[in-house]
């Protein structure tokens, strides 16, 4: 293929392939970790129901949630591929069918939030949702990703619906909200679900910056305004309910525990997503100053 027919491939189409997304070369990327790191998040618990219509089906610390209607139900996140199967089973031993999935949402684009999407689309037959940036990179299977490169890939899905920023949708009662919160993926998107009970939960997604090269990154040049403006947004909701895609960032293994004690409010926590986003701040600044420190003392030799 000469190189026009090869640039109109790639302006036509979001192709599953890297070549269409290229990457500074020059630009150091992060250090990649290691799957036993994934795998340790990954550890199977049973499903249980956060509140009215909403149920945990994900596990040990990977989130997936499932938001359930007479209409049809949602699905956000689908942890690893290895844990499609089991959150199909989680799902179907609630008494629900996954067939009866309509949507699939997702925070971002990476193994661990994105691996098992491919299968259950395909098992649900429901439509997948997401952000422009967020599709292209599903679209290639996480390959190209900006500070990991081609390092962690998964299954490569299509996306069926690309939802603008502060952009609504409806399944009977339940209402679902984009909120983009760009810079740990340039696609990154929280969730904002008004239930059909009135309360609205917050699904947020990773604020964090994990190895990332943060002064001038030439593949994101946009990253430390973007967390900035994410920080922002973020602290500006006062969901009933706060839920973030790992289960350490909002103390899931403590609220089950409480859940099961008999607590069937252990998930209105309304101070959550506050305290979920000062500290991811407050780490980022600090990550930031040291790499500040680190570039003028290099200036200054």
């Known amino acids: 293929m000469n ?7 790639c302006m036509m189409a979001i192709s599953a392939d890297s070549s269409c997304a290229s990457l500074d070369p020059t630009q150091p990327l992060s250090a990649v970790p290691p799957m036993s790191l994934f795998d340790s998040w990954a550890k199977p618990i049973d499903p249980f129901q956060i509140t009215q219509d909403v149920w945990y089906v994900g596990t040990e610390n990977l989130s997936s949630v499932l938001i359930t209607s007479p209409e049809g139900h949602v699905l956000i996140d689908a942890a690893l591929e290895t844990n499609a199967a089991l959150i199909r089973t989680n799902i179907e031993s609630l008494g629900f069918n996954v067939t009866d999935i309509k949507y699939l949402l997702n925070s971002h684009a990476r193994l661990d939030q994105a691996g098992g ?8 037959g429901g439509q997948l949702v997401a952000s422009p940036d967020n599709a292209a990179q599903l679209a290639r299977g996480g390959k190209s990703d900006f500070a990991l490169g081609d390092a962690l890939p998964f299954p490569p899905v299509h996306v069926d619906k690309i939802i603008q920023d502060k952009e609504s949708f409806s399944l009977g009662a339940i209402q679902v909200t984009a909120l983009f919160t760009p810079g740990h993926l340039p696609g990154a998107t929280s969730w904002k679900i008004e239930l059909s009970n009135g309360q609205e939960l917050l699904y947020a997604d990773s604020l964090a910056t994990p190895g990332y090269h943060l002064i001038n990154n030439k593949n994101y ?21 706060f839920i973030a895609n790992k289960g350490n960032r909002f103390k899931l293994t403590d609220k089950r525990r409480r859940y099961y004690s008999g607590d069937k409010e252990a998930f209105i926590d309304r101070a959550g997503l506050k305290h979920y986003v000062d500290a991811s701040r407050k780490s980022f600044e600090q990550q930031l100053a040291s790499q500040q420190n680190v570039s003028t003392d290099s200036i200054n030799k």
């Open 117 to 124: 999407l491919a299968r259950l689309k395909m098992w649900s």
């Open 3 to 9: 190189p026009y027919s090869l640039l109109f491939v």
């Open 221 to 241: 040049p946009n990253l430390v305004a973007d967390l900035r403006y994410s920080f922002d947004l973020l602290a500006s909701q006062s969901p009933d309910i």
